[in-house]
């Protein structure tokens, strides 16, 4: 299987995964540089898998629907594109002969889903959206930090050599607020400077892995000692896991 994120918007990827004939896309919110990449690659798009309702993840669903009839799986709880086959948590998605478990992630909309499917080249890999991204997680739109700290958690027990395919590139901008929360954290510290090569060579810094996130990401290390103190210097009333959280993110929120 080849993966590949294929650049759009600003700061999107649209990840194409193809056996060099067959191939499925997630979150086409644009469908001209997908439909670019099949005909490059002489592939035809079987399945279209749609994490959560927002524009830059469906807004080439239709287009590439009717140019390919490829079939379209989605969150049974969002407005998403017809016809489409509607998901939910416990759920299985199945295309290029692959299983995907679904795995509700509310926090950033409502009905938000994650697909998961334990073994792609040796690998579990992980569509999530804009769940989790590298160093960062979601802006609360629809749900709350509590929903979101349990969605999280849910991703962070996945195996660590998970294969995390985030949907944006914001990891040098989410990077420097993690240092700004844990400035004492090597592994961190290595990482940023690792993604700063990377994207000073026009590379992405995606994917990224569970091992990787647990080290860096302040949302997925809300529960350390060092995230909580910085948070209860940002807002003195954190106290548990959820107010802990969420004093982090609105943290994020104000990041400059």
Same mark, same amino acid.
């Given at each position: 299987?080849?993966? !590949?994120?294929?650049? *759009?918007?600003?700061? %999107?990827?649209?990840? &194409? $995964?193809?056996? =060099?004939?067959?191939?499925?896309?997630?979150?086409?919110?644009?469908?001209?540089?997908?439909?670019?990449?099949?005909?490059?690659?002489?592939?035809?798009?079987?399945?279209?898998?749609?994490?959560?309702?927002?524009?830059?993840?469906?807004?080439?669903?239709?287009?590439?629907?009717?140019?390919?009839?490829?079939?379209?799986?989605?969150?049974?709880?969002?407005?998403?594109?017809?016809?489409?086959?509607?998901?939910?948590?416990?759920?299985?998605?199945?295309?290029?002969?692959?299983?995907?478990?679904?795995?509700?992630?509310?926090?950033?909309?409502?009905?938000? !889903?994650?697909?998961? *499917?334990?073994?792609? %080249?040796?690998?579990? &890999? $992980?569509?999530? =959206?804009?769940?989790?991204?590298?160093?960062?997680?979601?802006?609360?739109?629809?749900?709350?930090?509590?929903?979101?700290?349990?969605?999280?958690?849910?991703?962070?027990?996945?195996?660590?050599?998970?294969?995390?395919?985030?949907?944006?590139?914001?990891?040098?901008?989410?990077?420097?607020?993690?240092?700004?929360?844990?400035?004492?954290?090597?592994?961190?510290?290595?990482?940023?400077?690792?993604?700063?090569?990377?994207?000073?060579?026009?590379?992405?810094?995606?994917?990224?892995?569970?091992?990787?996130?647990?080290?860096?990401?302040?949302?997925?290390?809300?529960?350390?000692?060092?995230?909580?103190?910085?948070?209860?210097?940002?807002?003195?009333?954190?106290?548990?896991?959820?107010?802990?959280?969420?004093?982090?993110?609105?943290?994020?929120?104000?990041?400059?």
């Amino acid at each position: 299987m080849y993966l !590949i994120p294929i650049p *759009a918007f600003n700061d %999107n990827y649209l990840w &194409l $995964l193809h056996d =060099g004939k067959r191939a499925l896309v997630v979150d086409p919110g644009d469908a001209g540089p997908v439909q670019r990449a099949l005909d490059e690659h002489a592939l035809q798009l079987e399945s279209i898998l749609v994490t959560h309702h927002h524009a830059d993840h469906t807004g080439g669903v239709d287009a590439l629907r009717e140019a390919t009839g490829a079939q379209v799986w989605g969150p049974g709880a969002e407005r998403i594109p017809q016809p489409y086959t509607h998901l939910k948590g416990g759920d299985t998605a199945r295309a290029l002969g692959l299983e995907f478990q679904v795995i509700d992630v509310p926090g950033h909309t409502a009905g938000h !889903i994650a697909y998961y *499917a334990p073994e792609v %080249n040796g690998k579990p &890999l $992980l569509f999530c =959206g804009d769940t989790l991204f590298s160093g960062g997680c979601g802006r609360l739109f629809e749900g709350t930090p509590a929903q979101m700290l349990a969605s999280l958690d849910k991703l962070a027990a996945l195996p660590g050599n998970t294969v995390v395919c985030c949907t944006h590139e914001y990891t040098l901008s989410n990077l420097r607020f993690a240092m700004a929360v844990e400035p004492g954290n090597a592994e961190l510290a290595a990482y940023q400077a690792k993604c700063i090569r990377l994207r000073e060579q026009g590379m992405p810094t995606l994917p990224s892995s569970i091992a990787q996130e647990l080290l860096v990401n302040p949302f997925l290390r809300t529960r350390q000692a060092t995230i909580m103190q910085a948070a209860r210097h940002f807002d003195a009333s954190a106290h548990d896991d959820t107010t802990v959280f969420a004093a982090i993110r609105q943290w994020k929120n104000q990041f400059k």
